[in-house]
């Protein structure tokens, strides 16, 4: 079975610092997509970034970056030049082709001004 | 991306008693999903909505408990049956592809509390 695994609860960054965020995922498959949710306080959660396993290239969406090691099965999420709206609880989340997210435990993102 | 309403955002409710989440999405998709978020926990997969036919369930998720219906591809609800304070969490519908490249979009959630 699939599983998601992000080691830090929770984060501190200062604001217009850099922070990154760890995961990891354990699967037999070759094809899958990963991606990063965020979920401020309003509980909305929100699409940060997507990352397809057959793409060496990391995926990049303004100030959100990713480090994607197929290999050591690592998927870490870079936020540089961080903003107070940064702050919020962060999941990363695997799927196949079935279409099923499996999230990881979330870690907590604060940003101090 | 598809704007999904999900109704109530919020409600508390007495044990026992049961509550219909609706979810309405501005697009016609093939699949919806239902999650649910415990308090301080992270998401997890109820079921799986297919317009035409029944929803599959996730193992520790049975429909008696939480039987839905998948009338039309815009929109789909969620009962939470014989409620009891262990129901208490935020329940999120989403909308996607089978595939990751077409990503899950969520709705804002329903905030469900059972005294």
């Known amino acids: 079975a699939q599983t998601v695994t992000q080691s830090q609860p929770e984060m501190s960054v200062q604001e217009a610092e850099t922070v990154t965020l760890s995961c990891t995922y354990d699967?037999?498959?070759?094809?899958?997509?990963l991606f990063w949710y965020k979920q401020p306080p309003s509980r909305q959660m929100i699409l940060v970034i997507r990352?397809?396993?057959?793409?060496?290239q990391n995926a990049t969406e303004n100030r959100f970056s990713v480090n994607f090691q197929k290999a050591a099965k690592s998927f870490s999420l870079k936020i540089s030049d961080s903003q107070l709206g940064d702050a919020a609880m962060y999941f990363c989340?695997?799927?196949?082709?079935?279409?099923?997210?499996?999230f990881g435990q979330g870690t907590e993102l604060s940003v101090k001004p | 991306s598809a704007v999904i309403s999900q109704k109530p955002s919020r409600d508390i409710c007495q044990r026992g008693t049961s509550l219909t989440i609706q979810c309405q999405v501005d697009s016609q998709v093939t699949m919806m999903f239902w999650y649910r978020q415990q308090p301080g926990q992270s998401l997890t997969l109820i079921a799986t909505?297919?317009?035409?036919?029944?929803?599959?369930?996730e193992s520790g998720f049975v429909i008696d408990k939480f039987p839905i219906s998948r009338p039309n591809l815009t929109f789909s609800t969620l009962t939470v049956s014989n409620m009891s304070p262990e129901d208490s969490s935020i329940y999120l519908c989403?909308?996607?592809?089978?595939?990751?490249?077409?990503?899950?979009?969520f709705g804002d959630g329903t905030r469900l509390s059972i005294l």
């Open positions: 989403s909308v996607g592809g089978t595939g990751g490249n077409q990503p899950q979009h």
């Open positions: 699967t037999s498959e070759s094809d899958y997509y």
């Open positions: 909505a297919n317009q035409g036919s029944e929803a599959t369930y």
């Open positions: 990352q397809e396993a057959y793409k060496q």
């Open positions: 989340a695997y799927t196949n082709q079935g279409g099923k997210l499996i």
